[in-house]
């Protein structure tokens, strides 16, 4: 069965502070990959997508992710995370049934 | 921009009670979802639906049924609300099943207290 699993759950940073955030999935076949981004009061939104072509993708507000096929993940990453940054963000894959298979969620606090 | 929209943000229900959930999209998605989302368990799949009168159990589907009359229109109800079922509920609609077009588009969600 498809799962995904992220490995911090609570991460708290400094502004100007690197961010990296794992996820790693398991699934057998071919896979499309996403991170959402929830910040507080507002709804869920696509933050990037990966489905082909370029490992490394680009997304909004400057994060990135990158898809190491043999290591089976997906980390995203920013190099200098905003105190607007603050928020909850979730990994989530799909393979050919088109369902979305969600990590548990990583909330990030950042200090000013 | 497409807009999920769901009609309650909070809702107080009591144990027993027949609820319904309702959400609506403006984008003419093919496939509609209802997840619940939990602190720590991050968003799991109640229920989908690829088509009008059309619907698949997702993996937590007990207790809840689903109800797809119009295209736009996707309907959660719990039968017998029970206290395990407190929950935010979110609702999302993408236009594909597969491939590059299926990126899902999330309702703000509805925080459900069941007393």
């Known amino acids: 069965a498809q799962s995904v699993s992220q490995h911090n759950h609570h991460v708290i940073l400094s502004e100007a502070a690197s961010l990296e955030l794992g996820c790693n999935y398991s699934?057998?076949?071919?896979?499309?990959l996403f991170w959402y981004v929830q910040y507080p009061g507002q709804h869920l939104q696509l933050l990037l997508k990966y489905f082909s072509g370029d490992p490394l993708v680009k997304g909004i507000k400057g994060f990135e992710a990158e898809f190491i096929k043999s290591k089976f993940s997906f980390n995203l990453r920013k190099p200098s995370v905003q105190w607007s940054d603050t928020a909850e963000y979730f990994c989530a894959v799909s393979g050919n049934t088109g369902k979305l298979i969600f990590g548990q969620g990583t909330t990030l606090q950042v200090k000013p | 921009d497409v807009k999920v929209t769901q009609s309650s943000r909070y809702l107080v229900k009591r144990t027993g009670e027949k609820v319904f959930l309702e959400c609506v999209q403006d984008?003419?998605?093919?496939?509609m979802f209802w997840y619940r989302q939990d602190p720590g368990l991050g968003l799991r799949l109640i229920y989908f639906s690829y088509d009008v009168k059309m619907k698949e159990k997702g993996d937590i589907p007990e207790g809840y049924s689903v109800s797809r009359e119009k295209k736009e229109r996707f309907s959660l109800i719990l039968e017998s609300a029970s206290t395990n079922q407190t929950s935010m509920y979110l609702c999302?609609?993408?236009?594909?099943?597969?491939?590059?077009?299926?990126?899902?588009?999330f309702g703000a969600g509805t925080r459900l207290s069941v007393l």
């Open positions: 699934y057998g076949g071919t896979v499309n």
């Open positions: 984008m003419d998605h093919e496939n």
């Open positions: 999302a609609s993408a236009l594909s099943w597969t491939g590059p077009k299926n990126i899902q588009y």
